[in-house]
């Protein structure tokens, strides 16, 4: 079991009006396995959905219910935990990095989720050996260490926590292009190695469409797809979701109506240069 929401609806309080942010939103995700995007322009919610996902925001109305706790809880039941079970990498998460050294700061969640100090040590070396963070680095400062070098830290102190499902939101958002690549390739690595769950969301359609499996399309708070990437890209009305096409699909487009070249969808660079190749050859 995963998360699943059951028309839950969420309004954030105003002095004077209520804003609603997201509506009535029914979705099953799985516990494992599954690799979603998150997709839709400012403002449509998804960050508000995330965060109904690890308890942080809870429903207005309607149920959210993550590995068999229901939300909101009945009182006096504990909901910390899921806050372990489902780890949120907030944008520029590096803004909260705060311990004297690197692998402190790794350290962090698992000793406030009770492990020994033993414990805690083991499982930050392990999550920062994932993310690429070399040894040599763990007593330096978190704030002397490079912009890329910060996210992997944060992202690794998410990691140290064990969680089952990983939600990242604007991960590679300020980071250059290899950085970019750099941070995506390890979710992948988790995601292929490990089974995990990862929910992402982007404006990045280049990313959604390489490494998305499934995309969640938000728009004024409503869930309006959902559903395989290729369906969505291929939508006859796609234009109706206010999105932009992956780089590839548009470059495919192109050379198919001025250059007569049979139209195959490609939805990453080396697919495309791949099947060029082949047309060529």
């Given at each position: 079991?995963?998360?699943?929401?059951?028309?839950?609806?969420?309004?954030?309080?105003?002095?004077?009006?209520?804003?609603?942010?997201?509506?009535?939103?029914?979705?099953?995700?799985?516990?494992?396995?599954?690799?979603?995007?998150?997709?839709?322009?400012?403002?449509?919610?998804?960050?508000?959905?995330?965060?109904?996902?690890?308890?942080?925001?809870?429903?207005?109305?309607?149920?959210?219910?993550?590995?068999?706790?229901?939300?909101?809880?009945?009182?006096?039941?504990?909901?910390?935990?899921?806050?372990?079970?489902?780890?949120?990498?907030?944008?520029?998460?590096?803004?909260?990095?705060?311990?004297?050294?690197?692998?402190?700061?790794?350290?962090?969640?698992?000793?406030?989720?009770?492990?020994?100090?033993?414990?805690?040590?083991?499982?930050?070396?392990?999550?920062?050996?994932?993310?690429?963070?070399?040894?040599?680095?763990?007593?330096?400062?978190?704030?002397r260490i490079s912009g890329g070098q910060m996210r992997r830290v944060a992202v690794a102190g998410i990691l140290a926590m064990e969680p089952?499902?990983?939600?990242?939101?604007?991960?590679?958002?300020?980071?250059?292009p290899k950085g970019r690549r750099d941070l995506m390739s390890i979710f992948k690595k988790i995601h292929d190695e490990e089974g995990k769950?990862?929910?992402?969301?982007?404006?990045?359609?280049?990313?959604?469409?390489?490494?998305?499996?499934?995309?969640?399309?938000?728009?004024?708070?409503?869930?309006?797809?959902?559903?395989?990437?290729?369906?969505?890209?291929?939508?006859?009305?796609?234009?109706?979701?206010?999105?932009?096409?992956?780089?590839?699909?548009?470059?495919?487009?192109?050379?198919?109506?001025?250059?007569?070249?049979?139209?195959?969808?490609?939805?990453?660079?080396?697919?495309?240069?791949?099947?060029?190749?082949?047309?060529?050859?």
């Amino acid at each position: 079991m995963g998360i699943q929401f059951k028309d839950v609806s969420y309004a954030y309080r105003g002095l004077k009006v209520n804003y609603d942010a997201i509506g009535h939103i029914n979705l099953d995700i799985k516990a494992k396995g599954e690799f979603i995007a998150i997709v839709g322009h400012t403002g449509s919610g998804k960050s508000t959905l995330v965060q109904h996902m690890n308890a942080l925001l809870l429903p207005s109305s309607g149920v959210v219910t993550v590995f068999g706790q229901d939300l909101p809880p009945k009182k006096k039941e504990k909901i910390n935990h899921l806050r372990q079970k489902v780890g949120l990498v907030f944008q520029f998460p590096e803004y909260q990095l705060f311990e004297e050294n690197i692998i402190k700061d790794i350290m962090f969640g698992p000793k406030n989720f009770k492990s020994t100090e033993a414990e805690a040590l083991e499982k930050a070396k392990r999550a920062a050996q994932t993310v690429g963070i070399d040894e040599s680095l763990y007593e330096q400062s978190p704030f002397r260490i490079s912009g890329g070098q910060m996210r992997r830290v944060a992202v690794a102190g998410i990691l140290a926590m064990e969680p089952e499902i990983l939600v990242l939101d604007e991960p590679t958002r300020g980071l250059d292009p290899k950085g970019r690549r750099d941070l995506m390739s390890i979710f992948k690595k988790i995601h292929d190695e490990e089974g995990k769950t990862i929910i992402l969301i982007s404006h990045d359609m280049d990313l959604v469409s390489e490494y998305a499996k499934r995309v969640l399309v938000l728009d004024e708070g409503k869930l309006v797809f959902d559903g395989p990437k290729e369906a969505l890209f291929e939508h006859p009305d796609f234009d109706q979701f206010h999105l932009d096409l992956p780089t590839p699909l548009k470059i495919m487009k192109h050379m198919s109506q001025s250059l007569g070249i049979p139209y195959v969808p490609t939805y990453d660079f080396n697919s495309l240069l791949k099947y060029l190749k082949e047309v060529k050859a």
